[in-house]
């Protein structure tokens, strides 16, 4: 159930992050006073690559709506419906979601947080601490994954000697 719940605010923040590319004319109209874009604007005090529209954080956020969205969202399914592709799809979707993760704290890093608001809770809590669940958490779930993957391995290895 914890995994279906991250997989859904996951889902939701790449959506919420791809903002510049869904709606850049309403982003920067600051008499729109939509609360998605209000929470978006305050995303960017502490990082302002986002409404900068920095082109590295642009093609990240682009793709991870591209192929993150649709994979969280499909993830979701196959948990709730016990599919057999299900650890498939949790690879596919963890090992994209650790290293864009890293592109993103390594771009930054880069250019000596020139773009990231200093200010300790902002950076600590918001900028590492939160993008920081986008490592700890898809690389439990490749664990849990490689697990099942070996397991079943070993299980079908143990068949076929038996078979011999």
Known sequence: MWTQIWLLASAAAHLH????????DALNDPTNQNQVL???????????RYCAQ????MTF???TA?????????????IQFRFW???????????????GTLIYFGSAYVKKFD?????????????????????????LMLIQSFGVIAKALKAQQGGKKKNQ
């Open 54 to 57: 920095d082109p590295c954080v």
């Open 85 to 99: 592709w299900r650890h498939i799809v949790q690879v596919i979707l963890c090992i994209p979601q650790i290293y």
């Open 38 to 48: 209000v929470a978006y604007r305050e995303w960017c005090l502490t990082d302002r």
């Open 115 to 139: 773009k990231i608001n200093a200010d300790p809770v902002k950076f600590w809590g918001l900028f590492f601490g939160l993008n920081f669940l986008w490592v700890l958490i898809p690389s």
């Open 66 to 78: 591209l192929y993150g969205v649709p994979l969280c969202l499909l993830l979701i399914i196959a």
């Open 17 to 24: 992050g791809s903002l510049p590319w869904i709606a850049a």
């Open 61 to 63: 956020q682009g793709l």
